[in-house]
């Protein structure tokens, strides 16, 4: 276990999730539970993968709401079964199991330490980021490993709005995987995920991820959660509280879903949560983000993320 905190989040993000599972094929299927706002199971589905590479794979999600399979190879993302693109909690549910770690860069720009926590019985080692500056752009963020190893087992995004826990961990080719996560939203238990089958392919065919005939390709796009993405922000507009909220004293979380372009602009943008007398006041100010394009394999690509935006009283 480093000492050094930035050590310890770069070591971390060599051994932990499926990304590091070594390089041969794997299949991977996982359950996983959208809860609703009262904590009751809003809808149960599957998805299962075959992943040669981040850019080869074939991935079916399954539930009542969406059947569909991607396959995604050098030619492009072909997908079969609806067109849609599948709630963003079940998106959330797969990544939980592909954690992300701040940038060599993010973490340059931040002032970041380590701390002791208790979390029941269990003693944990954190490493906090913080804007290096005031008014900069940057979040709080916190990540946990056991008090022993590099194993990630909680995770905050932006004081605490997005919270992650993992848990019933396992060793697999030298990554550490969660068989148990969940996902939560401002104290809210929004998605499980259960890890039911996680095995190497027994060689590698390629075959797999040819799509039916006729199949045509479409946009490639990721979802990328909401930490990931907040440390590429390099512009951003504060909102504007709206006069006739703050006079009924409204406050509190807008949590939006948002398309963000090849050139790191906002494509859409729509409000899924939060008080609604601040809801367009949130859109409208994120439409004036701008992002680092994300890159996959070196190229530009659409993204589909979250953004929590916060309005507070108190300033």
């Not at 939980?96 to 208790?118: D, H, N, Q, V, W």
Request: proline letters at 6%; hydrophobic letters at 40%; glycine letters at 10%.
């Amino acid at each position: 276990m480093p000492s050094d905190p930035a050590a310890l989040l770069a070591l971390a993000a060599k051994v932990n999730g499926l990304q590091n599972a070594g390089t041969e094929p794997l299949h991977i299927k996982a359950t996983y539970q959208v809860i609703d706002d009262k904590g009751g199971v809003a809808e149960t589905g599957t998805f299962e993968e075959i992943r040669f590479t981040a850019k080869k794979y074939k991935l079916t999600y399954s539930s009542p709401s969406i059947s569909q399979t991607d396959y995604s190879t050098d030619a492009g993302l072909f997908r079969v079964g609806d067109s849609k693109w599948p709630d963003s909690r079940a998106v959330a549910a797969r990544d939980i199991l592909y954690p992300a770690f701040p940038s060599s860069e993010m973490i340059g720009k931040s002032r970041i330490k380590t701390e002791e926590r208790k979390v029941g019985n269990t003693q944990l080692k954190c490493v906090t980021l913080d804007p290096a500056k005031a008014g900069a752009i940057g979040y709080h963020d916190v990540y946990c490993f056991s008090s022993a190893a590099p194993i990630l087992r909680t995770v905050e995004l932006g004081h605490g709005i997005v919270g992650i826990v993992y848990n019933g961990i396992v060793a697999v080719r030298g990554a550490y995987i969660a068989g148990d996560a969940s996902s939560s939203l401002v104290g809210k238990l929004r998605v499980r995920v259960h890890l039911d089958v996680l095995n190497a392919m027994p060689h590698e065919d390629e075959s797999v991820l040819t799509p039916p005939p006729g199949t045509a390709p479409i946009t490639r796009r990721a979802w990328v959660g909401a930490g990931a993405m907040g440390n590429k922000i390099v512009r951003k507009a504060a909102p504007e509280y709206p006069a006739i909220a703050r006079a009924a004293k409204i406050q509190g979380t807008v949590l939006l879903e948002a398309v963000i372009g090849k050139d790191g602009r906002i494509v859409e943008a729509r409000a899924i949560g939060g008080p609604p007398m601040l809801q367009q006041a949130s859109i409208d100010a994120v439409r004036k983000w701008v992002y680092e394009p994300y890159l996959l394999d070196g190229e530009p690509i659409e993204v589909e993320t979250e953004i929590n935006v916060v309005f507070s009283l108190g300033g």
